[in-house]
């Protein structure tokens, strides 16, 4: 079983930044995707950003600009840079993999991202 554990969210003043980390408890090589999604208060999970194997990263319309996602292979670990960071972005924010071998998808837990005006 393939675990992904999310750390890094907390509360921001708006405009400030915040570095969200996801680390797998396997080779994120296992994955053909890895992504950050969020779920605000109220209303559906969405795709923020999401990182293809070896392909172009793609980015919600709101975030582009802000976010960023970025890999280390070696510490098995995904990021998401959140700058410039507004009321709007408050969530929690899910890590999530797509297994190259199933096509399953895992999620973490969950990390709290609020961000005070």
């Known amino acids: 079983q393939v675990e992904l554990v999310e750390s890094g969210g907390g509360l921001v003043q708006a405009g400030g930044s915040l570095r969200l980390s996801c680390v797998a408890s396997?080779?994120?090589?296992?994955?053909?995707?890895m992504a950050w999604h969020r779920q605000a208060p109220g209303k559906k999970r969405e795709l923020v950003a999401l990182m293809p194997n070896g392909g172009t990263t793609n980015y919600t319309n709101s975030v582009k600009g802000r976010f960023t996602i970025s890999r280390d292979n070696a510490k098995n670990t995904v990021y998401l840079q959140m700058n410039s960071l507004t009321p709007e972005d408050t969530a929690v924010y899910y890590c999530n993999g797509r297994s190259r071998w199933t096509n399953s998808d895992y999620w973490g837990q969950g990390t709290r991202v609020t961000v005070s005006s």
């Open positions: 396997r080779s994120i090589f296992n994955f053909n995707t």
